[in-house]
């Protein structure tokens, strides 16, 4: 317990203002404790985002290579207290023309995330995502590419900006890194998306 208030204080202190504002949007004060996902209450907003992703591996001597195709991605998450929050998402990256063949990369990605909301109807934020990703990459094509299948977990981190249009619906962007599994290797894999979040209140 005096962990907990040790830090629902310590939000308070660095962002006193959305503190006391998101409080009395919720009807909710600051000692209730912490809200977690296996809470009905936590999970409060769901989105679909689509944009432009783009391979960081090598291409290999010689061969012709395409590394950036189209990302989308479906997510829900909800809020531990008033500035930290959690996502899950299935992250679908596209195809990438590399070594004479296709590399297919797709995810589930698990992110912590801290925010910073602003505006009138709290539906505007900031905030940034520190997580991990479950990928799995198939890999085609030939020598000296390395080819075949590789999955397992490997971090992930990003930016992003939320901006409300309604109470409950925003337009976001988001500005993201993460470290796919391929045959030769980790390797990046940036994102830029924009999408539509629908917040349940």
Known sequence: MKAISAAMLASACVF????????????????????????STFWGHAGLSLGRSELGARCPGGQRCDNTDTVWRLYGGGRFNNIFGGEVGYVNFGDFTRGGGETDAHGLDFTLVAGVPFGSNQNWSV?????????????????????GDAEGFSPRYGVGLQMGITPNWAVRADIDRYRVRLPE?????????????????
């Open 127 to 147: 905030f940034g995502k520190l997580g991990t990703i479950y990928s799995w990459t198939d890999v085609s094509g030939v020598a000296p590419l390395r080819t």
């Open 16 to 39: 006193p203002g959305v503190a006391l504002a998101q409080s009395a949007s919720t009807g909710q004060s600051s000692g209730t404790g912490l809200t977690m996902p296996y809470q």
């Open 185 to 201: 290797g980790r390797q990046d894999l940036d994102t830029f998306t924009l999408g539509a979040q629908y917040t349940f209140r």
